[in-house]
């Protein structure tokens, strides 16, 4: 792409000599030349540059005019004033109104403006990067507010249907060991799960089963029934038979489905299911199944 540089100055040998330094830096130049007020005015109705360099002494105004009306035009390249004559005065007020640099015009002067236009071609593409990337934040933010918003007035409108089809599920487990596995395999299938207690909690009374249920509302209930099977399943018969179990799903679990039904004296699989907790499709297909049951019973009471 093409370094495209507007040189206002009314002196052909300094254009040309500027022009020429230029040129060994910016094998690419373009230069658009301004030698009156009528060019001038022309450039600031299309101007599309990377550096302006001006003159300060120029036969219809000033440098500092010329960067003043640069700027009233709305345009923010930089500025670098290349000048004869001035004072530090002159070049304290030009820094101070947003040249980027001020360079008297000498015999040695010419590398220096080539740098100095290198540099302020860098910093100016520095602040549009910087000043893209605000303006990427602040849409960013619009769309995270706006997000927010729509998620917001979502909820509002359909919060009694997200309370009566959110399915949470609540785990009382004796195993450590599968608690964070059979949680994560609900998470992923769409099902809130709520790590309710070990099964020894509420045997010793340190959890009310009533109370949590009731707290929490779960859909279903996953039951762990574990050693000493026997004693074990008594308990969960005094839970399953409470009326805070009512209009909840159940699936029990356990890690020797034989061993408990010969404990218990019977198939343990008439109150609901009882699946390995290793075996997760068997557990998910459990789930679904008492919660398909649930619905039902639900869909028939309306009628």
Request: proline residues 2%.
């Amino acid at each position: 792409m093409a370094t495209r540089i507007l040189l206002i100055d009314d002196n052909p040998a300094d254009r040309f000599l500027a022009k020429r330094a230029l040129a060994a830096e910016f094998p690419d130049l373009e230069v658009a030349e301004i030698l009156d007020q009528v060019g001038f005015d022309a450039a600031l109705e299309r101007l599309d540059v990377d550096v302006i360099v001006t003159d300060y002494q120029l036969r219809w105004t000033d440098g500092l005019q010329a960067l003043a009306a640069v700027r009233e035009a709305g345009y923010d390249a930089p500025v670098v004033m290349f000048a004869h004559t001035g004072s530090e005065e002159i070049a304290a007020e030009g820094l101070r109104a947003g040249l980027v640099d001020y360079i008297v015009k000498t015999a040695n002067c010419y590398e220096r403006l080539a740098h100095s236009v290198r540099k302020a071609m860098k910093n100016a593409s520095a602040i549009r990067d910087e000043r893209e990337a605000r303006g990427r934040d602040r849409a960013a933010l619009r769309t995270a507010e706006n997000a927010v918003r729509v998620r917001d007035e979502f909820l509002a409108t359909h919060a009694h249907e997200f309370r009566t089809s959110l399915k949470v599920v609540a785990l009382f487990n004796a195993n450590n060991d599968t608690v964070e596995m059979v949680r994560r395999m609900l998470d992923a299938s769409g099902l809130t799960c709520l790590v309710g207690c070990h099964f020894a909690d509420l045997k010793k009374g340190r959890i009310d089963f009533a109370r949590y249920l009731g707290e929490h509302d779960p859909d279903l209930v996953i039951f762990d029934i574990s050693p000493p099977y026997r004693e074990n399943w008594a308990f969960f018969q005094t839970l399953h038979q409470s009326k805070a179990m009512e209009g909840r799903g159940l699936v029990l679990t356990t890690t020797n489905k034989a061993r408990l039904d010969e404990e218990v004296g019977k198939d343990s699989a008439a109150f609901e299911i009882v699946g390995k907790p290793y075996d997760l499709a068997q557990i998910k297909g459990s789930i679904d199944a008492a919660l398909n049951r649930v619905r039902e019973v639900e869909a028939t009471s309306r009628r």
